[in-house]
Nanobody
Framework: QVHFVESGGGLVQPGGSLTLSCTAS????????MYWYRQAPGKEREFVAG????????NYADSVKGRFTISRDNAKNTVLLHMNNLRSEDTAVYSC???????????WGQGTQVTVSS
């Protein structure tokens, strides 16, 4: 059964940093593109960052470029999101996601809360 263990969320002050972690099981991790998405109250879920199976290519939403870094460790079935210079508008539930297979399918984690406030 596909399962995600997400951790690292919490309360930070504006300008602070957090690192989110997602450890996956139940599928061939290295064959899947891994993503982080986020959803704030009253807002649609939005793409934050993605990384392909090898880690060679990454992509980021314009709102987080230069502040967030996504990485993966296929030996540990883990994807990370390091977040720097956090802003109040970064407050959201952050969810790990995996996309792949034939036919293609996308799995979603339960999410972890990030709150940026003084």
């Amino acid at each position: 059964q596909v399962h995600f263990v997400e951790s690292g969320g919490g309360l930070v002050q504006p300008g602070g940093s957090l690192t989110l972690s997602c450890t996956a099981s139940g599928f061939t991790f290295s064959d899947y593109v891994m993503y982080w998405y986020r959803q704030a109250p009253g807002k649609e879920r939005e793409f934050v960052a993605g990384v392909i199976g090898t880690g060679r290519y990454t992509n980021y939403a314009d709102s987080v470029k230069g502040r967030f870094t996504i990485s993966r460790d296929n030996a540990k079935n883990t994807v990370l999101l390091h977040m720097n210079n956090l802003r109040s508008e970064d407050t959201a539930v952050y969810s790990c996601s995996a996309r792949g297979g034939s036919p293609v399918y996308q799995y979603w984690g339960q999410g972890t809360q990030v709150t940026v406030s003084s």
